[in-house]
């Protein structure tokens, strides 16, 4: 205590201003209160003379001169005057510095004495006097009781209801002692007479005054203060008699918060005058003082009296306290007079009055129309608030007209014996309405009473229904029914007559009732949730359709936990579907808060707390997405409170998780200008909420529809909604940000610029910031999305069609790809081409703003992400939104960025290609690659991992028509190279002891092989290549050849045994048919209804399975070493080297090649045939110097041939080679496209001993095994 007081000793000011504000709130501003009210009255009048010299000057005779505040006066003020208050200011804090420092040394003087004046029992030393002027003791001495009165009058009629700016907020006001009241209140006393803006509210004085009595005894303080509240004429021209005073104005301030309540009549409808007068005098009886502050009249008779009309405080300028007539909205949202905010900008001010932000524009806005028009319809409306000087009073203040009161109101102090006068004479009013009054508290009292104590249900259920009647009719005197019904014993009442009454009327009025006392009071809120049961009453009420009880369970504001445990999700969705009830007119009450916001709040609760635990939904899927309901939740964004509009964009956000395909409808049905104006009074986390749903409904399928929502956005916000998210961007946190900048990206591509534009300048470097923040995988993903998203490709369901796209270009063949793909090019319209262009032109623009930031800084940022991603998702979008940027690159004006992205990109593209997890993965990277190739400098670096490529290009060619395309492309002129077409070998199996290797055949992911010995073995030909699996010996001799039946998933195999057997692998290998060939079979070819084969002799014999009847022979005049059978069309190799086409329907001949004689005694005969396409290749000697001749099949034309020369024992063709197994067991590899050998596989035991006698590739033409004479079976793969 005592270094307090020596802070107060030693710098006063310092002290009282920062360092213990509140102890001299405590101990030094009571002692001071004389001297504040001393410099009160000194600014008082000095305001009153600067107003009557102004109004001496003509400047403004109208009533408003009178009624200005004391911003306005100063206004007026000429330099010697404003000179004068400046000095007043100056002197008040040297008093108040003089004062304390005598005060505090006093005090220490009586906290040192302590103990020892207890013990002697001394009187205490007297308090200092009191100092009033600087260097003026003797006239600070002779400050006596009459002149505190006058001090007292001056600073009543200072605070005149007319002396009160709309930026002081009534509920700032507290009592003067510290106990008594919010500091905040009273530290408006401490602060000196200011140029600003300020007022003490009247109460604080009154309160004060209320605690002793007058010394005077001229009558009460409270008397005085309500007859300075009243308008007065010169003490000299008119009496106090004549000046008639309102003892309801104070009042009604004072019960400012009540009569704003949701209970009041609602604003502008005009109550009769009788209603009126009885309100004014209900809060004359309020007060202890009513007696001293009755209505006076002229010479005792009425005053005539008009209906109050309040003004709308928006209405007021907070500077001059007058309704506009050229308001000016000022960048920091304010709204002034301009003459006024331009006189005070010219007294050299740079900040806004109310906020003190600094003001950054050089001029004034233009003038605010929409306000003006509203100001000029209020007027139309009221003409009796237009036709007097309009001030902002409290909403319940009354507005006083006397006949006498022609001339300009001026500041007065009233006469002290004129407020006796006016105190001693009661009106006759007042008597009637006290009675009411006390009629009213009567029956209140009874209903209470029985509510409480009857035993009768009846009797409690018509107590509610009497008391919900006096509250309504308890107007201006709600305090009085709300003290009454807030006590615990009377809500327990009303909770009783909810478990106990079945009248629907009772139960919506006791919970009207109870919802009014939880909304005014915490008390009652405590009350209710003390017991968990009447909550559960309430649950249980509104389930069974009291829809009322949903606003008062919002009131009770339980925890997100509480409502998912009272499982009321369905019920709120019902109300909401229903509208809630609010457009009822008929309903039997009006809740404070509308039941269908109550629902949406709460919903949105349950769906926020419900998303965290995904286990168990908390609403069904089908109920969210329903029309109804989205139409009806849809409407909420446009509510006037900001609560539910926030709630129903969290909700909606919800629907379009459940179902994307509710986005049209959400966007039809939603009115965004209200949403987007709360954007600016909301929290960070509401903003987000916002951003997030304006970013989802943007995933619209038509591009011509999305451009429509995005002018929405940027034109329909009272303010620029650009300007604000650029300044949300600036502060959002960084999982925030690529959201933001996303949309603030697409609001400004809307229009492209010719010059930079700062926000896309901001947006980009933004979503580059994020990419490169390894810190937050969280935000990196969320910018790697972004960017893929910018491309504007979604389904009607908002699935992002960017990496369908990109595949659909590298034509990969997926299951995946639906139907939507094409729904644009379905349609034949106009519209669809427009659609097409729209779409084109927008994904142009956005890549154009992301590729040219910075010379390419987003593929530096892409390949970081490439490069370092630990999550898939990440590594996915990062790859998609690389592919997209360089596949647009060729599209783009030349900016030079094709080679920044080739530098950061193409090594990490080259590593996806190579080895990347998915297939789909490493098109997208062949999708940029192929881009890359456009130019010779990106083909050239290509061509440094051409071996990477070329190997991965063979795997994708199966399935991705532009890898088959870039393979051409980078194998051009290199086709013979052994490096491109590298074999290696898989494996190998030793099987000399079946002998030798007859034939060879794949079935699915299995190689057959058959054997001299009549063996069929199976092995693996897929990871475990060459591994048995499978072995047979049913044959009895040589298994001569192998066909596969692919249509029915059957092997045949043809036997020397003179047999034909059909098999079926399933778990085993199993024979399932024998045909009876009654020869030896030397070549075999099936169908689905016959098979072909060769004899040991001549001929060619057709065995059918449905005819039970023998073989049919062919082409009996030929010997044949060799058979494919295509489409009905048997294509033979015969041993005199001729090549034969039979119709086996007609049984016609067609000779492809003449057969020869032998030429000194040898033979050329056809060893291998086979059909790939429309062509036909034939495998033999060299005789005539190429031993493959390549044939037309449908015009037997010789298209080609290979000038190998080995003899072909076998031959088979892939996509791309040609294999030629040769007699001394070298397989030799051919392009199939030039037609030029590329390299040769060394078959056999390694001397080379072993001729190659067949051969098989699989499907995909990438594994070739080989079958020898000396029993050995090789497989080699390309790599």
Known sequence: AAAVLDLFALDPALARHELAPAAFEA?????????????????????????????????????????????????????????????????????????????????????????????????????????????????????????????DEAVSSQNDVRYNPIWADADEAADLYPRQGSGKGRRELMRPPSLYPQRVPPHLIVQQQQSSPSPTGRGSPVARLRA??????????????????????????REEKHTASPLSRPAGRARPRGEEDDDDDVAAMLSPEHASSVMGGDGGGDVARRPVVATPKDFVCPITSQVFDDPVTLETGQTYERRAIQEWLDRGNATCPITRHRLHGAHLPSTNYVLKRLIAAWRDQNPAASSSAPTPPPPATTTMDSPAAAAPFKISSPSPDATVSQASAPSPTSVIAQASLDSAVGELRAAVSCLCTSEELADSERSVLRIERLWREAAGAEHVVLAALAKPAVVNGFVEILFNSVSAQVLQVAVFLLAELASRDDAVVQTLTRVDSDVDC??????????????????????????????????????????????DGGAVVKMCVKPKAASVILLSQILVEGGRDSSSPAVAKSALVSERFIRSVAASLEAEQVEE?????????????????????????????????????????????????????LKLKRRSAADRLLRTIKEASSFSMMHTLLVYLQSTTPEQSPVVAGLLLQLDLLVEPRKISMYREEAVDSLIQCLKNSDYPRSQLLAAETIMNLSGKFSSSGRPLSRSSLLKLARVKERHRPSHDLSISRGAGEDEMEEEKAAAEWERKAAYALVSHEFGLVFEALSGCLAAAKNGELFTASLVSAAWLVRMLPLLPDTGVLGAARVCLLRQLVLVLRSGKHGSDRALAMVALRSFMN??????????????????????????????????????????????????????????????????????????????DGTLKVWEGSENILRLVHESQEHTKAITSLAVLHSEEKLFSGSLDRTI?????????????????????????????????????????????????????????????????????????????????????????????????????????IYSLHLHGDLLYTGSTSLDGASVKIWSSSNYSLVGTIPSSVEVRSLVVSSDLVYLGSRNGVVEIWSREKLTRIGALQAGGGGGGGRVQCMAVDADGDVIVVGTSDGRIQAWGLT
């Not at 009255?41 to 600067?50: D, E, L, N, V």
């Not at 029992?121 to 600070?140: C, M, N, R």
């Open 935 to 1012: 130019d010779r400098e990106g083909m050239h670096e290509i061509t440094t991992y051409i071996k990477d490529v070329l190997r991965t290009l063979r795997e994708l060619k199966k399935s991705s028509g532009l890898a088959f395309e870039m393979l051409k492309l980078l194998s051009d002129g290199q086709e013979s190279s052994i490096d491109m077409w590298n074999h290696k070998e898989l494996n190998h199996a030793d099987c000399s002891s079946n002998g030798e290797v007859t034939s060879i055949a794949y079935f699915k992911s299995y190689i057959f092989s058959g054997h001299s």
């Open 1061 to 1165: 057997r059909v098999w079926q692998l399933r778990d085993a290998l199993r024979c399932v048919e024998v045909h009876d060939a009654k020869d030896p079979v030397q070549s075999l070819a099936v169908a689905a209804a016959m098979a072909c084969f060769a004899p040991q002799g001549s001929g060619v014999k057709v065995l059918s399975w449905n005819n039970g009847g023998g073989a049919k022979v062919l082409n009996a005049s030929k010997v044949v070493r060799s058979m494919a059978l295509v489409h009905g069309k048997l294509f033979c190799g015969c041993n005199d080297g001729g090549v034969q086409e039979i119709d086996l329907a007609s049984g016609t001949i067609g000779v492809i090649q003449q057969g020869s004689k032998r030429i000194i005694g040898k033979a050329s005969p």
């Open 27 to 151: 101990l030094f501003a009571p002692r001071l209160l004389p001297v504040m009210r001393h410099f009160a009255a000194r600014r008082a009048s000095t305001a009153a003379a600067a107003a009557e010299a102004a109004s001496q000057r003509g400047e403004d005779g109208s009533v408003e001169t009178a009624a200005m505040s004391a911003m306005r006066v100063l206004s007026l003020m000429s330099g010697a005057q404003a000179q004068e208050m400046r000095d007043l200011e100056r002197e008040y804090e040297k008093v108040l510095d003089a004062n304390c420092i005598a005060y505090a040394l006093y005090l220490k003087k009586i906290l040192e004495a302590g103990d020892a004046a207890k013990e002697t029992y001394s009187p205490p030393p007297p308090p200092p006097e009191l100092v009033f002027g600087v260097g003026d003791d003797d006239q600070d001495g002779d400050v006596d009781d009459e002149t505190t009165a006058e001090t």
């Open 645 to 697: 509009r926030v709630a129903a964009v969290r909700i909606l956000l919800r629907c379009v998780a459940e179902d994307g395909h509710c986005r049209s409808s959400i966007v039809e049905n939603s009115a965004l200008a209200a949403v987007l104006d709360a954007f600016h009074v909301v929290g960070d986390a509401d903003k987000f909420d916002i951003v997030r749903l304006l970013s989802e409904l």
């Open 228 to 253: 300075g509240h009243s308008p007065a004429t010169p003490s000299s021209d008119v009496s106090m008699e004549d000046s008639p005073s309102s003892s309801s104005e104070l009042l009604a301030g």
């Open 538 to 583: 309430l649950v249980a009420l509104f389930k069974k359709g009291l829809v009322e009880a949903v606003s008062l369970i919002h009131l009770l504001s339980p925890s997100p936990e509480q409502l998912v445990e009272m499982d009321m999700a369905d019920a709120l969705v019902a109300t909401i579907r229903r509208g809630g009830g609010d457009d």
